[in-house]
């Protein structure tokens, strides 16, 4: 059970270049979400799915999209990179909404 | 729209004493309440969870927490830290319901002395 798979795992970008990162999930869960983390400010989500080919923004949803052709992925395009989209990034799937979110193990995006 | 709130960035305890991490949370509807914690350059693994049913929820590494409706607090306690227990925690909100968005707390960090 491979759980949440994030790739790549690190990733160097020059400003205004684009980029995707992919998510996958095996649990055939309704709910993914990204999320961004930056120190001293926690988790922040940028989008979030509850199923195929629904999207909605969260709370940082600027310079990003996402579409969610299946349920399995939820890919990430950064539309042309800047600096301030240095971070960590990590996707997330879950069940009913009772239910904590899994995790993936992240990608480290720097922007130079 | 919901909010977590985890006071001070960083606590520290000295091995064998009691932890004890902070959370208080708003939400329009009955809230899911659940603790993360991240060891460093890792992921977020799962401690426990409140769901509506005890109270008193335990997770795993001898953790737990207790929902406090009247206080809007989910404080996250341990009887005795281990060397083991540094990492940084989070403390998260989700409103029950379809659409539920996951809503971290900035997260606090817990250093073990010696």
């Known amino acids: 059970n491979a759980g949440v798979t994030q790739t790549p795992k690190f990733q160097v970008l020059k400003t205004g270049q684009s980029m995707t990162l992919q998510c996958a999930q095996d649990?055939?869960?309704?709910?993914m979400s990204w999320y961004r983390q930056d120190p001293g400010m926690g988790l922040r989500l940028i989008h979030y799915?509850?199923?195929?080919?629904?999207?909605d923004q969260g709370e940082v949803p600027n310079g990003y999209n996402v579409s969610r052709s299946t349920t399995e992925d939820f890919p990430l395009r950064l539309l042309s990179a800047a600096p301030s989209q240095t971070s960590v990034y990590f996707c997330?799937?879950?069940?009913?909404?009772?239910?904590?979110?899994?995790f993936g193990s992240g990608t480290r995006l720097t922007v130079v | 729209a919901q909010s977590v709130t985890q006071l001070g960035s960083h606590v520290s305890v000295s091995e064998g004493a009691l932890v004890l991490l902070r959370c208080n949370y708003s939400?329009?509807?009955?809230?899911?309440l659940f603790w993360y914690v991240q060891y460093p350059n890792q992921g977020l693994q799962l401690l426990l969870k409140y769901t509506s049913a005890a109270t008193l929820v335990k997770g795993i590494n001898g953790f737990e927490a207790e929902f406090k409706k009247s206080e809007t607090s989910f404080h996250l306690t341990k009887p005795s830290a281990h060397m083991r227990d540094a990492a940084e925690y989070f403390c998260a909100v989700r409103p029950g319901g379809a659409n539920s968005k996951l809503t971290f707390g900035k997260g606090i960090t817990l250093s073990v002395r010696p």
């Open positions: 939400s329009s509807v009955p809230p899911y």
């Open positions: 649990m055939n869960h309704e709910y």
């Open positions: 997330a799937s879950s069940g009913q909404s009772f239910y904590g979110y899994t």
């Open positions: 799915s509850v199923g195929a080919g629904i999207t």
